[in-house]
């Protein structure tokens, strides 16, 4: 056996035995992570992302409602356009649970305050206009809005779609939210935007998220974007009942129909 050989041959041979003594190593890395896993898991409050992503635990939670949803938004259709497929499944969780018998209230700016609140979030540039409608991530959402909201004569091409149009489609899209999806709900419209939004789910866990727009100019994920936590947490939970019912004071109450 020549040298090169030799070398050949004893290198194999110390690859193995490394790896032999690594593998303990590794499965106890493993198992680790396992446990840093489950630790994370049963934390009765964690963080679970930003948006859009959150969305899909809000329809994980509303699906596992048995009694009562309580929802407070600054729009019903959260989501409509930054996960469009996503809002759809949010939509259709909450029309089943209505239809077990589960009440859904939902607390949100009265009309005027949305309106303002949709400027505020379109406030930026032309060319971040146009490069926000020409983002695939959203025109899924802007070719349903127009085809479900608009009137065949006043459809427009998304290429032609206005500021401002689209801002009364967004409104227009959000009562037809309420007319429809929230019909059977009871519907409370505050005076206000509300800087905490929430979904309190049997009274025994919630998602809380924490909103904030985009600076004037930058190219937008339709603004309003936001950090989203998850709480079993009977004290935190007992807060924002407090919330709701401080939020309720003093304000309009809609439905549901007798």
Excluded at 72 to 81: E, I, L, P, Y
Excluded at 125 to 140: G, L, R, T, V
Aim: hydrophobic residues 40%; aromatic residues 10%; glycine residues 4%.
């Amino acid at each position: 056996m020549t040298w090169p050989d030799l070398i050949s041959v004893v290198s194999a041979f110390l690859t193995v035995v490394a790896l032999v003594l690594a593998l303990p190593q590794l499965m106890v890395a493993r198992r680790q992570a396992r446990e840093i896993q489950q630790i994370r898991l049963s934390l009765s409050t964690r963080y679970i992302g930003t948006f859009p992503k959150y969305l899909r635990d809000i329809v994980n939670f509303v699906e596992d409602a048995e009694s009562e949803i309580i929802i407070c938004s600054n729009f019903a259709t959260s989501g409509f356009f930054s996960a469009h497929s996503t809002w759809r499944q949010y939509r259709n969780a909450l029309e089943e649970r209505q239809d077990a018998n589960v009440s859904v209230e939902i607390i949100l700016p009265d009309e005027a305050h949305r309106e303002r609140l949709n400027e505020q979030d379109f406030a930026f540039s032309d060319e971040a206009w146009i490069q926000w409608k020409s983002n695939p991530a959203f025109q899924e959402g802007i070719k349903e809005l127009i085809a479900t909201t608009a009137t065949t004569g006043s459809r427009v091409k998304i290429a032609d779609l206005e500021k401002s149009t689209l801002i009364k489609l967004v409104e227009d899209n959000d009562k037809k939210a309420l007319d429809t999806t929230f019909h059977r709900a009871k519907v409370v419209l505050t005076s206000f935007v509300s800087p905490l939004h929430f979904w309190i789910i049997d009274g025994r866990k919630a998602i809380f998220t924490i909103p904030f727009t985009a600076a004037l100019g930058e190219p937008p994920l339709l603004g309003i974007r936001g950090y989203g936590f998850m709480t079993s947490d009977t004290d935190l939970i007992r807060a924002l009942y407090h919330i709701r019912d401080r939020y309720k004071l003093g304000h309009q109450s809609i439905g549901p129909p007798g």
